[in-house]
């Protein structure tokens, strides 16, 4: 496979890397809207954020900018501070209804 | 400095003790605060008469601080005394302190004393700012305040009904006059880019006529409103529904002579606006004559009486208007004296027979109160220009004026006089000759109230030579041409003894007569008697169309149909459009995830479509 070695000797193509991360943050948004448990849900929240960090950092690469980067950091940062204030309301609901079924959390209605 | 300011402050101070503290004041405190602070006024105008020189050569003008200031027009707070401002001040301040005296006794019972006191201050106070104004705006503000302190004191009593009706309906046509005046400070501004009284007056010579004119016809409105005259005059009798002392204060010596005054000061406005003066004249005339023929048949004594106030002030305006100013303050002076008299002897007449206005339920009082009886036997024969009495001299010199400006005036005016000292004498007689016919037992009054009536007495006998305004004036106004010709004055008194005398016949001798005359009359008794229906008239004409538009086009249409179906349209409108878009907020996070990404694919795709994916 000559070719697809000189592809890897000269790097991996920007595209590819974007086709991964619009596979995952499509998988992301799927599993968001069709998956009923929480927890799932909030696990597609956190696949959407990486696989924007992935396209982030693709791009840094590509132009050999830091900016990119960094902006991954504070993308991981928000993500763990919002995964500990998510899980702790989780673990709130949970213990108030017995139940991590989505649908059945609907008090932000009227 | 004179400290003019001291004048009106004096009374003010009053105000604000008997109006602040005064619920709490016994009423020997009370009485004192009230009468003291108005004495120590009058003190004051005495002191700045000795010590102020020729105020003729040289008016005392004082600036306190400006009040306005725009650009190029300033108006400042500014006190001036000249000879006109200084015999109303010596009117305002000397009766007002008699009255303050008498008050003190007639009061004596009242429920709300300290208030009463607190009212009657305050209108010095402004009063006393009216006249002592170097400008249109400040006696604009004592205008307003002395009409301010008239609704209050002609409410006074204000469980009673009448009496807040009498007083809503002094101040509602006082509005009318003063949005004249108002009209003719603007048009003033306008004109001249001042309010000064001086500098009005020495430039007023050189503008047309047709301003002057008009600025003279709307100062003459408020003029008419304030002093009672045609068409604005119905307040008057109604005010009568205040206490005596103030019907004798306000609404007889002093505040509703404010508008004479005024058109007075403006001499040099009306005097270069002949169509403005001959229409004050007219109007004047037609008041005198009008409510002397309805003085004729009024029974309650303070009717009569403050139906006599609008005819001498539209004598007043007759003077005005046929150019004899100082002929008109002094009548003005004399008929502060006279007719302060009048009321308070009114008011010690209700006082002795217990409350009882009626005359037709007084009588044979000269046996109880003889005092009181004499007194007003004194202002009744000034009154009718009994000679040598002080209205002799000032009615004579406004009618001889008359007749020399036209002659018809002059004997209209002489009519006039007739009935004048017919209606007041016929009160006289039905009140203290004859044979009591009241309740209780009659009983002269307190030396409190005997005291000013006396003063009075003696200062409207002799106030007419004491004091010779038109001398005291000469030089401030231009002469009015008068006709010099004794054979007018005659006339007149024999017209004012022709008066007396057919009152004694009808009302002593002859008590049959005025029975038979009015039945005899028919429709033109019950006419005068109804005061010519002219609340009836205002009411039907002015009034209920007022209610009636206000109630059906600004009420039920404006109010309720526009403004508050805007506001509630507002309100039912965003309440339809949430309806329709509470239809997302299902409440399913789900949902809300669906719309997300619906609508970030839009997105997407309309960026697609209009300008391609930014590069």
Redesign the interface.
């Given at each position: 496979m000559p070719d697809a070695l000189q592809v890897l000797n000269n790097g991996v193509p920007i595209s590819w890397y974007l086709m991964l991360s619009a596979v995952l943050f499509a998988l992301g948004v799927a599993g968001f809207l069709f998956r009923r448990n929480i927890i799932t849900v909030f696990m597609c929240i956190e696949l959407m954020l990486n696989a924007v960090n992935l396209s982030f950092v693709a791009f840094a690469n590509m132009h050999k900018q830091v900016s990119g980067q960094i902006f991954v950091f504070f993308v991981m940062v928000v993500a763990a501070a919002e995964a500990a204030v998510g899980l702790a309301i989780i673990l709130t609901v949970f213990k108030n209804r017995e139940t991590l079924n989505i649908d059945e959390i609907s008090t932000l209605k009227n | 400095m004179q400290n003019l300011w001291l004048i009106p402050a004096l009374p003010f101070i009053g105000f604000l003790i008997n109006g602040i503290f005064g619920r709490k004041l016994p009423k020997s405190m009370i009485n004192l605060v009230a009468v003291l602070s108005v004495v120590l006024s009058f003190g004051w105008v005495v002191k700045v008469f000795m010590t102020a020189g020729d105020l003729a050569a040289m008016p005392v003008t004082e600036h306190y601080f400006t009040w306005i200031k725009s650009g190029e027009f300033q108006v400042g707070w500014d006190f001036t005394v000249d000879k006109l401002t200084m015999i109303m001040l010596f009117i305002v301040t000397g009766i007002g302190s008699l009255i303050h005296i008498y008050a003190t006794g007639y009061m004596a019972h009242e429920e709300g004393y300290y208030r009463f006191f607190a009212y009657l201050n305050l209108f010095m106070f402004f009063m006393l700012d009216l006249v002592l104004a170097a400008n249109y705006l400040i006696l604009f503000v004592g205008w307003e305040g002395v009409g301010l302190c008239s609704y209050l004191l002609i409410g006074f009593y204000f469980v009673k009904k009448s009496a807040t009706t009498a007083g809503n309906k002094a101040f509602i046509v006082n509005r009318i006059g003063d949005f004249g005046f108002s009209l003719a400070m603007f048009l003033i501004v306008v004109n001249f880019g001042t309010l000064s009284f001086s500098q009005v007056f020495s430039a007023a010579p050189g503008k047309p006529t047709e301003t002057l004119t008009a600025i003279a016809l709307l100062l003459l409105v408020g003029a008419c409103g304030k002093s009672a005259q045609i068409p604005l005059y119905v307040w008057l009798p109604d005010a009568m529904e205040g206490p005596t002392p103030v019907s004798a204060l306000i609404h007889a010596a002093t505040m509703v002579t404010a508008g004479v005054y005024m058109c007075a000061r403006s001499a040099v406005i009306f005097t270069h606006a002949p169509a403005a003066m001959e229409t004050v004249a007219i109007i004047g005339l037609a008041t005198a004559v009008f409510a002397a023929t309805i003085g004729l048949a009024q029974n309650d004594i303070k009717k009569v009486f403050a139906y006599s106030t609008v005819s001498q002030l539209g004598y007043m305006f007759l003077g005005v208007g046929v150019g004899a100013f100082s002929a008109g303050i002094w009548h003005l002076m004399t008929h502060a004296f006279f007719k302060a008299l009048l009321f308070l002897g009114a008011g010690s007449v209700i006082h002795a027979c217990h409350g009882e206005q009626d005359m037709r339920h007084m009588g044979g009082l000269k046996k109880y109160a003889p005092w009181t009886c004499l007194t007003l036997a004194c202002a009744s024969l000034a009154i009718s220009g009994f000679p040598f009495t002080s209205g002799y001299f000032s009615k004579d010199a406004i009618l001889s004026a008359a007749y020399g400006h036209a002659p018809w005036m002059y004997w209209v005016g002489v009519i006039t006089a007739g009935m004048t000292a017919f209606y007041v004498w016929r009160a006289f007689w039905m009140t203290f000759w004859g044979d009591y016919k009241g309740h209780g037992h009659p009983h002269e009054s307190p030396p409190s109230m005997l005291a000013p009536l006396i003063v009075l007495a003696v200062l409207s006998l002799v106030g007419g030579f004491a004091f010779n305004v038109p001398h005291i004036l000469e030089g401030m106004f231009p002469i009015a041409e008068g006709a010099e010709n004794m054979m007018l004055t005659y006339i007149s008194v024999v017209f004012g003894l022709a008066g007396i005398a057919l009152s004694y016949y009808m009302y002593v001798v002859n008590k049959e007569l005025p029975e038979q005359i009015a039945s005899s009359l028919g429709g033109l008794y019950k006419l005068v008697y109804n005061k010519y229906f002219v609340d009836e008239i205002y009411d039907a004409t002015v009034v209920n169309p007022m209610i009636t538009g206000s109630r059906t086009v600004l009420w039920h249409g404006m109010d309720q149909g526009v403004i508050d179906g805007i506001v509630n349209g507002v309100g039912t409108e965003s309440k339809a459009i949430g309806g329709v878009l509470k239809l997302l907020?299902?409440?399913?996070?789900?949902s809300?995830?669906?719309w997300v990404?619906i609508g970030s694919v839009a997105l997407l795709l309309v960026m697609g479509v209009v300008e391609g994916v930014g590069r």
């Amino acid at each position: 496979m000559p070719d697809a070695l000189q592809v890897l000797n000269n790097g991996v193509p920007i595209s590819w890397y974007l086709m991964l991360s619009a596979v995952l943050f499509a998988l992301g948004v799927a599993g968001f809207l069709f998956r009923r448990n929480i927890i799932t849900v909030f696990m597609c929240i956190e696949l959407m954020l990486n696989a924007v960090n992935l396209s982030f950092v693709a791009f840094a690469n590509m132009h050999k900018q830091v900016s990119g980067q960094i902006f991954v950091f504070f993308v991981m940062v928000v993500a763990a501070a919002e995964a500990a204030v998510g899980l702790a309301i989780i673990l709130t609901v949970f213990k108030n209804r017995e139940t991590l079924n989505i649908d059945e959390i609907s008090t932000l209605k009227n | 400095m004179q400290n003019l300011w001291l004048i009106p402050a004096l009374p003010f101070i009053g105000f604000l003790i008997n109006g602040i503290f005064g619920r709490k004041l016994p009423k020997s405190m009370i009485n004192l605060v009230a009468v003291l602070s108005v004495v120590l006024s009058f003190g004051w105008v005495v002191k700045v008469f000795m010590t102020a020189g020729d105020l003729a050569a040289m008016p005392v003008t004082e600036h306190y601080f400006t009040w306005i200031k725009s650009g190029e027009f300033q108006v400042g707070w500014d006190f001036t005394v000249d000879k006109l401002t200084m015999i109303m001040l010596f009117i305002v301040t000397g009766i007002g302190s008699l009255i303050h005296i008498y008050a003190t006794g007639y009061m004596a019972h009242e429920e709300g004393y300290y208030r009463f006191f607190a009212y009657l201050n305050l209108f010095m106070f402004f009063m006393l700012d009216l006249v002592l104004a170097a400008n249109y705006l400040i006696l604009f503000v004592g205008w307003e305040g002395v009409g301010l302190c008239s609704y209050l004191l002609i409410g006074f009593y204000f469980v009673k009904k009448s009496a807040t009706t009498a007083g809503n309906k002094a101040f509602i046509v006082n509005r009318i006059g003063d949005f004249g005046f108002s009209l003719a400070m603007f048009l003033i501004v306008v004109n001249f880019g001042t309010l000064s009284f001086s500098q009005v007056f020495s430039a007023a010579p050189g503008k047309p006529t047709e301003t002057l004119t008009a600025i003279a016809l709307l100062l003459l409105v408020g003029a008419c409103g304030k002093s009672a005259q045609i068409p604005l005059y119905v307040w008057l009798p109604d005010a009568m529904e205040g206490p005596t002392p103030v019907s004798a204060l306000i609404h007889a010596a002093t505040m509703v002579t404010a508008g004479v005054y005024m058109c007075a000061r403006s001499a040099v406005i009306f005097t270069h606006a002949p169509a403005a003066m001959e229409t004050v004249a007219i109007i004047g005339l037609a008041t005198a004559v009008f409510a002397a023929t309805i003085g004729l048949a009024q029974n309650d004594i303070k009717k009569v009486f403050a139906y006599s106030t609008v005819s001498q002030l539209g004598y007043m305006f007759l003077g005005v208007g046929v150019g004899a100013f100082s002929a008109g303050i002094w009548h003005l002076m004399t008929h502060a004296f006279f007719k302060a008299l009048l009321f308070l002897g009114a008011g010690s007449v209700i006082h002795a027979c217990h409350g009882e206005q009626d005359m037709r339920h007084m009588g044979g009082l000269k046996k109880y109160a003889p005092w009181t009886c004499l007194t007003l036997a004194c202002a009744s024969l000034a009154i009718s220009g009994f000679p040598f009495t002080s209205g002799y001299f000032s009615k004579d010199a406004i009618l001889s004026a008359a007749y020399g400006h036209a002659p018809w005036m002059y004997w209209v005016g002489v009519i006039t006089a007739g009935m004048t000292a017919f209606y007041v004498w016929r009160a006289f007689w039905m009140t203290f000759w004859g044979d009591y016919k009241g309740h209780g037992h009659p009983h002269e009054s307190p030396p409190s109230m005997l005291a000013p009536l006396i003063v009075l007495a003696v200062l409207s006998l002799v106030g007419g030579f004491a004091f010779n305004v038109p001398h005291i004036l000469e030089g401030m106004f231009p002469i009015a041409e008068g006709a010099e010709n004794m054979m007018l004055t005659y006339i007149s008194v024999v017209f004012g003894l022709a008066g007396i005398a057919l009152s004694y016949y009808m009302y002593v001798v002859n008590k049959e007569l005025p029975e038979q005359i009015a039945s005899s009359l028919g429709g033109l008794y019950k006419l005068v008697y109804n005061k010519y229906f002219v609340d009836e008239i205002y009411d039907a004409t002015v009034v209920n169309p007022m209610i009636t538009g206000s109630r059906t086009v600004l009420w039920h249409g404006m109010d309720q149909g526009v403004i508050d179906g805007i506001v509630n349209g507002v309100g039912t409108e965003s309440k339809a459009i949430g309806g329709v878009l509470k239809l997302l907020q299902s409440g399913n996070i789900r949902s809300y995830a669906t719309w997300v990404v619906i609508g970030s694919v839009a997105l997407l795709l309309v960026m697609g479509v209009v300008e391609g994916v930014g590069r």
